[in-house]
């Protein structure tokens, strides 16, 4: 089964993504036929005024997902803006799509409320979910890895399929869920670690840095100094042991919850135990950063394997819907 | 300077278009570098729901063209499907483009009243001035001909190119409206002649069925018969008259007022006075049609010459936004 995921180049990678993205990404590479793209156009349907950020963060995601474990000699992967043919997919379904699926997409409206400082409300940004449709069919993905945010952008994406396939034929596959780890890994403010929200810890974070960020993390209110008792449940630090070490997250909210375990003592250990966990790739990701090339290297690797299958693509396309490319007639 | 102009497929073409569309591709091609497309996208918009009669359609317009005079070794005429830039381009522009702009273009609200009964609530549909303005912009066109109605369009795409070039640096021309012959050719029943109402006379149309939708027409309903007077400006036939033979049209009304021309009779020498207008027309577009794959000739030949152009276009829009194709290194 072909497998397509693909993150948005607003940012390098940060500790959320070793859940769901990249988590995900790791295990299937070893069992399926895997399309990893960096989304370049979708990252400017929030990022459209400061795009020449997003082509620095492609290449630095390409590098993070190979740090991180990626294989490109397994996966096929690619930027999103090498391959024109998304975009005149994308066209195509646009015309099918009714207005009133992208109005209900709860993630737009959710999005649009929180990024309500920007100018937001433009044509390719309701356009997101017809944009993500065609990366999806381009490659004939029939497994997409989402997170349980992610699930009725997938389902509008079945919905426009399905419509092509009503009106013109059956040409594309309705792809199917697979979720990735659902939860949501909080930033030092309790919001989800998200680029859009700033409150990440990167991947190649120094030391320096990750105890920067631990210790702005908001803990429980009502526990003052080391002795008062704490409630680990509203605690963003025990959150992160939960998800990052989860052996050691029962010793931990017990001595919070007894008090013997002071706030500015417990962030030190994770921003501690957290470094040290990521050392590893900090070194792999360094090694490549000094590497020139290496992800433009990457990169036309992928656009070459893909640009076979999205011509096909595109011929079944045009054929089911009698739109045939100019062909010259045979003398 | 250069002039773009393109013509969506929903059908061939009527006698409408001797005014505004082929009247002004035929002035302009002898003192512009004119490119003209058939619109085979847009014509999605309306009509998703059978693409195959765009494709035909498409060929039969290029035909059309040159029968009614356009020079394929004038002007360049291509498909707009044939050019997947111009899908690209418009999606990057979709990104810049407030649905505000396009929700209160009052061409968007007029056609959705006027096709109520079709669902063209698409993002594709909405998404149309942003695609009009890709195909200017992709030619760098700096004229672009439209009738009255679509000055808001144009606007529109003067806005969104503005937008671009304040956001990227300065990229694109603002392309200035030539308004054409402002005035519509009525159908029989009084709306604007045009393929989407069912209300026309196409050029090549044979002398009966001239007969036929002549007849058809809405006259003055005050008069009845032969020697009630008639008021000629509320009279189809009159304007027709008017719009095709403004030499004759005072006699005509001259003796619509004094009862002395009934309108059967009126509507007979209309008829037959058009068919012989066209007849030149329809031995010509006789003559093309049976010449096996001309207008696929002539749709390569201008795909080969737009090549440079959009590959330059895009490059410059990509550099400006600073997201540039991916490039191996050089070693």
């Known amino acids: 089964m072909r ?33 990893f793209f960096v989304a370049d156009w979708h990252a400017l ?65 959710e999005q649009q409320r929180e990024l309500a400082g920007r100018e937001l409300g433009t044509h390719g940004f309701l356009g997101y979910p017809v944009l993500q449709c065609a990366d999806i069919a381009i490659v004939g993905g029939e497994l997409v890895p989402v997170g349980e945010d992610q699930l ?61 960020v631990v210790h702005s993390a908001i803990t429980d209110p009502a526990k003052v100094r080391k002795g008062d008792p704490g409630d680990p449940e509203i605690c963003n630090v025990y959150h992160w042991w939960r998800f990052f070490f989860p052996d050691e997250s029962l010793r931990v909210a017990n001595t919070c919850r007894d008090g013997s375990l002071g706030c500015v003592e417990d962030k030190r250990a994770f921003a501690d135990r957290l470094a040290e966990h990521l050392a590893g790739f900090r070194e792999r990701r360094a090694d490549l950063g000094v590497k020139h090339g290496m992800a433009e290297e990457v990169l036309a690797a992928g656009r070459a394997k893909m640009r076979p299958i999205v011509e096909e693509t595109l011929v079944r396309v045009r054929e089911a819907m009698g739109l045939p490319e100019t062909r010259r007639a045979s003398p």
């Open 45 to 109: 349907t929030t990022d459209y005024e400061s795009p020449s950020k997003i082509a620095e963060n492609a290449k630095d995601v390409v590098l993070d997902w190979i740090a991180a474990g990626v294989d490109p000699f397994r996966a096929t992967i690619y930027k999103q803006s090498d391959i024109p043919e998304v975009a005149e997919l994308a066209l195509v379904l646009s015309m099918i799509t009714p207005l009133s699926w992208l109005e209900r997409n709860p993630t737009y409206k």
């Open 152 to 212: 009725p952008h997938l389902e509008l994406t079945r919905e426009i399929l399905r419509r092509f396939n009503r009106l013109y034929g059956p040409v594309f596959a309705e792809p199917q869920a697979m979720l990735t780890d659902a939860r949501r890994v909080p930033g030092p403010d309790g919001r989800k670690m998200s680029v859009s929200y700033d409150n990440v810890i990167w991947l190649d974070d120094p030391h320096d840095r990750i105890d920067e």
């Open 3 to 35: 497998v397509v995921t693909g993150y948005r180049p607003t940012g390098r990678l940060h500790i959320g993504h070793l859940f769901g993205n990249v988590g995900s990404m790791l295990d299937l590479q070893a069992t399926h036929e895997c399309f």
